[in-house]
């Protein structure tokens, strides 16, 4: 650094005042012009973002606004310095810097445009596409990473550095980071199993072992759920993977089967008639679809009827609703016909003994 001030200084006490009042004049305007077009660009910016326009006219204010005040000072001071004359070394130390910051730039705008263009095709889909928001923060995150990676190697590879003998050294240290990190990076490739292959999405409601919830985040390294009596589940990618899942939000209908037991003392001519009274009961609520019910078992201490009926909405809150229903008008109905619901009972039956023959008395006496 020291060298550098050396290089720069000495030939601008050596410079003529008219150059070196032409090189502060033309650094001096280009930095207030494109601070003040960085200013304007950042305002209408906002606007746009408020007003939810994706346009390729916001894109170009957003990219404008996120320049960074470093890269405009540097190329202003490397445009007045173009008046001046600098020795080679002074040049090179500077054409260097200028090469840096200006990657640098280049990644933070690369990074902007892999932003926004996921952003306009998540808004480019249905509003309740939830495979978008699943896969946007994974996807965003690699090709941010790729683009980072490939801003840092044509830096590296402007300056001078002979690349292919650093990517071979990566290459080989890389062995020794993944199997060290061959945790990390199965949860990484696990997120992108998710990612592409979609067994799940946010908001969907799952259940993993003997954990259920709902689907909040799902990161690089690990998915979030909420669970149902209110704590955060937090499971990683790769064990995700390696259950067995069950994604209770791809559910399109309901089956369920449930068994009401009477007494044995019910008439024939009225178990004959329960199969259709509970067929009426259930076709007369809206959302449901009757599929059987029959007098299924003689069972232990009732006559059972077997019933099966589907809800045509995956929400648990409204299969609950018509089954609480269905319980209901049943207990009406039988009410109404005097049958009794069964429940586990116990009878004594007691007998008296006959009276015992002569020649067992005798026998016994």
Known sequence: ???????????????????????????LILLGATLLARRIA?????????AGRTDLMEFAFELVSRTQKTFLVVVSIFAGLQFLHLPPRGRELIDSTVTVVSFWQLGVWASVTVSWWLERSRRGRRGDDRAATSSLAVVAFIAKAVVWVMVVLMALENLGVNITT?????GVGGVAVALALQ?????????????????FFVGDS???????????????????????????IVISNSDLLK?????????????????????????????EQIPGIIRTI???IPDTRFDRSHFSAHGAVSLDFETVYYVLK???????????????????????????????????????ATAARPESASDGA
């Open 42 to 50: 950042a305002h209408y910016f906002q606007r746009a973002h408020v």
């Open 183 to 199: 945790s990390i990076l199965g949860d990484l490739f696990a997120s992108l199993s998710i990612t592409f292959d979609q067994p």
């Open 282 to 284: 259930i076709e007369a």
């Open 206 to 232: 799952v259940a993993v072992d003997a954990f259920s919830g709902t689907v909040e985040h799902i990161g690089i390294k690990s998915t979030r759920l909420h669970s149902v009596s209110g704590e955060e």
């Open 314 to 352: 995956a929400d648990y809150t409204r299969h609950m609703d018509i089954q609480q229903e269905i319980h209901l008008k049943l207990h009406r109905e039988f009410t109404r016909l005097g049958v009794e619901f069964a429940y586990p009972t116990q009878r004594l039956i007691m007998e008296r």
């Open 1 to 27: 650094m020291k060298h550098l001030h050396i290089l720069i200084l000495l030939p601008i006490l050596r410079s003529a005042p008219a150059d070196l009042l032409q090189g502060a004049a033309t650094a």
């Open 166 to 170: 650093l990517v071979a050294g990566l």
């Open 243 to 271: 259950s067995r899942l069950r994604n209770y939000g791809r559910m399109v209908e309901r089956r369920v089967l449930f068994t009401v037991g009477v007494t044995y003392e019910t008439p024939l001519e009225t178990i």
